[in-house]
């Protein structure tokens, strides 16, 4: 496979504190089967859909204070993780972990841009990322969730070099961002009014594709999760926000169940 281009989304990963538990849960949500724990890596597990690798779950490292809070981490590629590292800096944001090799498998690190986005940076080794996207039981699309905007666009555009695009909505201010290609490889949401109280912080949600998004909606509530918003249709799909019954959110759409001609962008 062909290194993704810099800033392509290229995998995702959660840490949980019942690892077995998170197991159970996407299992039954998302089809995802599950490989052996990497003792050498804390016990770093990845999932697979048909056999094809499509996210992981570890648990939280041996020390760490307190219990962490569960979330998905959205990595990025980096031709060179040490270089975006810096270009983080420079443009504001914060290293939280300082680039590291990963055995043969690649170099990751972890940051943070200046309205507190946290997100992974991943240069490709033996492990290039997702086997499998679009498709149901895997990565399908992802945005940034941010108060701040203006910072968050300003940050993504110069580490990444991405060119960014407004929907052409008064009413709503969301962006999205390419490579230079026909096709975005993320969107910006803006958190404001009562759906995002003060105590949510910025993130990323990860949008996970499903056959479709009602059943899977009804089987995370019935296995303990919470339906944040949703289903809704839309041009993209029929998606729907869920909190796992671990803490961390992400979303699940069916993008073959389309509503509504495709928004256009100034």
């Not at 800033?7 to 052996?36: I, N």
């Not at 990860?206 to 296995?223: E, H, K, M, P, S």
């Amino acid at each position: 496979m062909a290194a993704r281009p810099e800033g392509t989304p290229v995998w995702t990963d959660a840490m949980y504190t019942d690892v077995e538990g998170a197991k159970t849960f996407y299992g039954d949500v998302l089809g995802w089967s599950f490989g052996e724990a990497s003792t050498e890596y804390g016990n770093y597990t990845q999932a697979y859909k048909d056999d094809k690798a499509v996210a992981a779950v570890v648990p939280p490292m041996p020390g760490q204070d307190g219990e962490p809070a569960s979330a998905w981490c959205l990595y990025l590629a980096s031709d060179d993780v040490a270089a975006t590292a810096e270009k983080i800096r420079a443009a504001g944001g914060t290293v939280l972990m300082e680039p590291m090799r990963v055995g043969d498998f690649g170099s990751m690190c972890i940051a943070r841009d200046p309205s507190g986005v946290a997100f992974g940076v991943w240069q490709g080794g033996e492990h290039e990322g997702f086997e499998r996207e679009g498709e149901p039981g895997s990565y399908a699309w992802a945005e940034i969730f941010t108060r701040e905007p203006a910072k968050s666009d300003a940050f993504f555009t110069e580490v990444f070099g991405y060119n960014s695009k407004k929907i052409k909505d008064e009413h709503m201010d969301y962006r999205v961002f390419d490579l230079g290609g026909p096709q975005p490889v993320l969107g910006r949401m803006v958190m404001s009014g009562e759906d995002f109280p003060p105590e949510i912080p910025s993130y990323i949600q990860i949008y996970f594709a499903v056959d479709n998004c009602d059943l899977a909606v009804d089987r995370a509530v019935a296995l303990g999760g919470k339906k944040v918003f949703g289903p809704m249709d839309s041009p993209f799909g029929r998606f729907a926000a869920i909190v796992d019954p671990q803490g961390a959110a992400f979303a699940v759409i069916d993008e073959k169940t389309t509503v509504g001609d495709m928004p256009e962008f100034e």
